[in-house]
Structures are given as structure tokens and as C-alpha cells.
């Protein structure tokens, strides 16, 4: 899988992955980051997802990591705002209001070019990675948001019965990802309702993961 992948699906409108709401377990769990109103959070691989437009609505700052630019003039599109584009470094910079969109290659994005983030909520970045990937986005994320709080969505599914994305990813998969520098707390488990695709049961998770208190460290 690589970016062309994900490129010719935004291209031949292929985007069943974007849902028309905002997600329900955003809506239901977001409080879990307990972050104040005015608190910047990160969406990678954000697309132009809703989710979006639901976080602008509740008073938060939203920055977000995409790599179609399609996505993104739709997404403006359909929030109806103008952006202001710049570019910076490898990347496109969209800009309106509270809201930032990073065009682009995430692994080009810096801290310095992100800047402060209060939390993290991803949906459909680690889903959408295959497993050699993730720990580098893993890796990479952590480093960006300075440990910031995750609100983190995966699968469970039966990975034999339907070829991702989104890919099934297990705790001990997460431990392994993420166990280093968080603490992984399971917020809930749903059944998706109709399938995966339609094609095969499957669990959406919900995770909250919190910075490792390192204890005896002054």
C-alpha cells in the first residue's frame, strides 16, 4: 500500500471509509480527553471527515493531516469557508478560522511546523496502515503530539475474511505500539452494526491512551 493507494481512491470517489455523520463514538466518548473548550486536536489522515465540522461546532481548534488534497478542497467546500493556502516546507497549509489542514506526506510534518496539540483523536490513521507501517506512525504521532491524550478507534474483526484497510489491530498490537509511552485503557467495545463492509462481523473499539506515569524518575 502506498500513497498512490490512497490517492485513487479519492480520485475514483472510492470513499465509503467517510461517513455522513460524525461518528457516534466521537460524539459519545470525546469528554474522555477531558480537554477545556479552545483546545487544539489532531486528526491524522482526517480526509474530510465530519468529525471535523462536529469538534469546529463544540469550540475546539481542529489541525489535521491529509494526504489527498481532493479531501481537503472538499472538505473546505463543504464547510463552506475560504481557506488561506500557503506552503511550508513539503507541505500545503490550509488555514480558516480554527481549523488547520496539513496537506501532504505526515511524515514530513514537524513539531515546529504542528505546533502545540492538547490531544489526539485518530479514527482512521492506524486502521488504515498495514502492520509494517505502524510503528513508525506510531512512533511519529507520539513524537508530534508530545504524548498527548488519544482517543483512538480500531477493528476487531477476523483479519482472514476480509482484506483491509481497515485492518484488525489487537491490544497486544497497540502494547506494541504504543505501551512504551501510554497507559492503554479499553473505553468500549460495539458491535458494528451490518459488518464490517458488510462483509463480515466485526468490533469497533474505543481507546483511551494517557501518558506512562514513570515512577521514581525526579
Known sequence: ???????????SNDIAFH????????VKYFHMLNVAMGSRIL???????LDIA??????????????????ITQLF????????????????????????????DIF?????????????????ALVALPASMRPDYAKHITMLSAKARQLL?????????????PFAISREQLQQYYGQDYSLNLAASVELQGGL??????????????????????
Not at 200 to 211: D, R, T
Open 1 to 11: 500500500m502506498d500513497k498512490q493507494f490512497w490517492q485513487q481512491k479519492w480520485q
Open 19 to 26: 461517513q455522513g455523520e460524525a461518528n457516534p463514538l466521537l
Open 43 to 49: 486528526l491524522p489522515l482526517c480526509g474530510k471527515t
Open 54 to 71: 462536529w469538534l469546529l461546532s463544540k469550540g475546539y481548534r481542529v489541525v489535521g493531516v491529509e494526504l489527498s488534497e481532493l479531501a
Open 77 to 104: 467546500a463543504e464547510l463552506g469557508v475560504q481557506p488561506v493556502i500557503t506552503q511550508q516546507g513539503k507541505l500545503q497549509h490550509y488555514h480558516a478560522g480554527n481549523l488547520d489542514i496539513y496537506v501532504g
Open 108 to 124: 514530513d510534518l514537524s513539531p515546529e511546523l504542528l505546533g502545540t496539540v492538547d490531544a489526539l483523536y485518530d479514527r482512521a
Open 153 to 165: 478507534i480500531t477493528f476487531d474483526y477476523d483479519q482472514s475474511l476480509l482484506q483491509g484497510p
Open 197 to 218: 463492509k458488510g462483509q463480515c462481523p466485526a468490533i469497533e473499539k474505543v481507546w483511551l491512551l494517557q501518558k506512562q506515569r514513570r515512577c521514581g524518575v525526579n
